[in-house]
């Protein structure tokens, strides 16, 4: 074998002297019994983790328990108070191809190609998604949706994960808009995500939708920690609504945030194609932005700069 392989070796004897033997020879591991493939996953990620770890970026997924939930939106300011509270290379990717709203929302101009390259996904490399992005401020590149959104080209089965798998490669933090619905493509990025967000409304529906999610999600990530739950247009004016409480006791979750209905807010910065924190800075749907992407990322929200930004009252 070349070099830098590493051989597992699975057989039915467990005996140490053997063991020991196959280690003498080289090989990285031996495995003992049936092998499912969980201790199969870990067994590679004990190997390889290590050096994976240092060149990967996290992937945070956004996905709506119902269209209009504000899941695009949650996405797109996430991404930007990441990038630019810590400073970091952050990559928005609008996977609803068709009629996503990164563009519109962060008044960016449309880059064509993308949607030929994605039905041609052997194509796609790092030199070509740099290409293909749109820089928005000094940390946050953005991948917009297609140009033409009722074109005929359609994505092949593949290309979304080579897509991510680029662009994970390529930035600390990447954070994914998926559109609201339940294909291959959509199922296999949540799974593959390092943390997922499902964005509700405290309604019914919203409920319902969201405790399906929830369980098939848990079934696909075993071994991850549960979705995060975010509550959006909380105590909208006379609708009647779902505690909060009481939507996360259904859940079976304890860690949730909440957003109240601030259409005023939310509306003036979508209209002026900004971000939250250059249109409403000290609003307190930043603030609940801002808690977010600090929850997301594990980091002390004590750090200077993020002091800095308070005591000149930008923060």
């Known amino acids: 074998c070349d070099p830098t392989t590493k051989v597992v ?75 630019q509270e810590q400073a970091t290379p952050t990559l928005l990717v609008d996977l609803d191809f068709r009629f996503g709203s990164a563009a519109v929302n962060l008044d960016l101009k449309l880059v064509t190609g993308l949607e030929k390259y994605l039905s041609e996904p052997d194509k796609l490399d790092a030199a070509l998604l740099d290409k293909l992005i749109v820089q928005r401020g000094e940390h946050l590149s953005v991948l917009p949706a297609f140009d033409d959104s009722l074109g005929d080209m359609e994505p092949a089965p593949d290309a979304v994960d080579r897509l991510i798998e680029i662009a994970r490669a390529s930035f600390p933090n990447v954070v994914l808009d998926l559109p609201h619905d339940w294909s291959p493509a959509s199922r296999d990025t949540l799974t593959a995500a390092d943390k997922v967000i499902v964005v509700a409304a405290p309604d019914l529906p919203n409920l319902h939708n969201t405790m399906a999610l929830m369980d098939r ?68 749907a930043q603030k609940s932005v801002r808690e977010l992407a600090t929850v997301l990322l594990g980091k002390d929200r004590t750090r200077s700069r993020n002091w800095l930004l308070r005591t000149l009252g930008l923060g």
Do not use: H
């Not at 005996?15 to 067994?43: H, Q």
């Not at 079934?219 to 409480?245: H, T, W, Y």
């Open 217 to 284: 999600l848990r079934a696909l990530r075993p071994n991850d920690a549960p979705p995060q739950v975010i509550l959006n247009m909380c105590k909208m004016p006379k609708r009647k609504e779902i505690g909060a409480q009481k939507f996360a006791k259904s859940l079976g979750v304890e860690n949730f945030s909440t957003i109240a209905f601030d259409p005023a807010t939310f509306g003036s910065a979508a209209f002026a194609g900004r971000a939250l924190s250059e249109q409403s800075p000290r609003s307190k």
């Open 9 to 83: 070796v699975i057989g039915p004897d467990n005996d140490i002297g053997l063991y020991r033997t196959l280690l003498g020879r080289g090989v990285a591991d031996y495995l003992v019994g049936t092998i499912t493939p969980l201790s199969y996953v870990s067994m590679v990620q004990n190997l390889f983790g290590q050096d994976n770890q240092a060149k990967l970026g996290k992937v945070y997924a956004f996905v709506g328990a119902k269209g209009g939930v504000g899941t695009s939106t949650l996405a797109q300011n996430v991404a930007w108070t990441i990038a």
